[in-house]
Each structure stands twice: as C-alpha cells, then as structure tokens.
C-alpha cells in the first residue's frame, strides 16, 4: 500500500462547480499536511498548508480527518485557471526523529468552459 | 530574490556520461532537496541536506551523489548516466522550524529535464 494515496483523475468540471479530491495516508504518526498545485511542465508550488482545525483561503477549503487518516481539498466555484495538478503531502516523524515528506502521485483537474 | 534556481534547465546525456546538476537558493534556508519526478509517480526523495556539510539519503538514492559545501548550494551528480535516469529533476529548499525540527514549506526550483539515451 502507497504512504500517500490520491484519485489520478482527471476530475473534468465545468466552470463554476464545486469540486473536492481526498488524499489517504497510511502512518498515523504523520504531523503536517499540506496541498501543493503542480501546473503543466512547471514546478509545484504551495497551494495551502492543512490544520487540524481545517483552513480556508478564498474558494478553497483544506480539511484534516485523523480519525480515518486522510486530508481533502475542495474548491468552490471553480475557475478555468485551476485547472492543474493538486498534490497531498504528508509529512511523518521518523523513528530516528528525523523528517519524511511524502508527495502523493496527484489529482488531475480539468475546468472546462 | 531569484529564490530557487537550477541549471541546467535540459539536458541530453548518453549512457556512462557524467554531470552535475547545480540548486542555488538566496532565501537562506537549512534544507534542501533533490527529487525525481516521473509519470504517474509522486515526486520521489533523492537526498537531501538539513545544513551546509551535512547530507543525508532518501528513497531513491543509488546512482545519484551530492554535496552541499555551501549553505546556498546543493548539487546533484550523476558519475554514470543510465537510461532509468531519464527524468524531470526539482530542487527545493525550506526553512527549519521550531524545536521540533520540522521543516516548512518547500520551494521549488523551475525543474531540470533530463534525457539518458
């Protein structure tokens, strides 16, 4: 079983629509969580870090569930530009106390007119 | 502020070739990252650094050195180039942060796509 697990995809929208991907982990010691959005060819950057308590920034929401182990993204009224490729990272506390970052594979989102 | 820079951007190597990879950040951050990133596959840990002289392995380290002689710096070599080599490399780097140690968000460099033939 992957450490980090996410849908591939596509999830193919029309404008406007609300769309939400999930993202399972399987180390319950995980400690920090984030969204990265990886645009065609170009680097991964940052979308939104994920707290316990959940966060939002504008149309999008990051929710934590520890209970189940798995992290969502949702994206209210979706935009042509956010068509990309959404990445969960978990990153887990190591026996030796050292850190390990684990990208998922990602999410494709298509957002069509 | 260039932020995370790499060179080259692409490159072509045949197979036994060597080449070094270099990772230049100004934002003065403790750690740095060299992953991999192939279709269908998560960007995968190569190595990585937590400080200037220190470098540590990560998933997927055969085939692959590094060197960090520079807390700026962090750079990638490849002594023998293999066709499994073929591959998008990113370099990242990210503060360290609080006592715990964990690090915070990484940023990227622009990618270096490399081609074994």
């Known amino acids: 079983r992957k450490e980090v697990e996410q849908d591939p995809g596509p999830f193919n929208v029309p404008e406007g629509a609300t769309v939400a991907f999930n993202c399972t982990y399987s180390?319950?010691?995980?400690?920090?969580f984030f969204w990265y959005r990886q645009d065609c060819r170009k680097e991964p950057k940052l979308l939104m870090s994920?707290?316990?308590s959940g966060n939002e920034d504008g149309r999008f929401t990051a929710q934590l569930n520890r209970a189940s182990q798995y992290i969502s993204l949702l994206i209210r009224d979706s935009k042509l530009s956010d068509s990309a490729t959404y990445l969960c990272?978990?990153?887990?506390?190591?026996?030796?106390?050292?850190?390990?970052?684990?990208f998922g594979s990602g999410t494709r989102l298509l957002v069509r007119p | 502020n260039a932020g995370v820079t790499q060179t080259p951007k692409f490159r072509v190597l045949k197979t036994g070739q060597s080449m070094t990879l270099l990772c230049a950040q100004d934002?003065?951050?403790?750690?740095m990252y060299w992953y991999r990133q192939d279709p269908g596959m998560g960007l995968r840990l190569i190595h990585y650094?937590?400080?200037?002289?220190?470098?540590a392995k990560g998933e997927v380290p055969d085939g692959y050195n590094v060197s960090r002689l520079k807390k700026q710096n962090f750079l990638l070599g490849l002594e023998s180039a293999a066709p499994s080599q073929t591959s998008v490399y990113f370099c990242?780097?990210?503060?360290?942060?609080?006592?715990?140690?964990?690090?915070?968000?990484?940023?990227f460099g622009p990618g270096t796509r490399l081609t074994v033939l």
């Open positions: 990242a780097s990210s503060k360290f942060r609080g006592t715990s140690g964990s690090p915070g968000e990484q940023f």
């Open positions: 180390n319950s010691a995980s400690q920090s």
């Open positions: 994920v707290y316990s």
């Open positions: 990272v978990v990153n887990t506390l190591r026996m030796d106390s050292s850190y390990k970052l684990i």
């Open positions: 934002m003065n951050h403790e750690y």
């Open positions: 650094s937590v400080g200037e002289g220190t470098t």
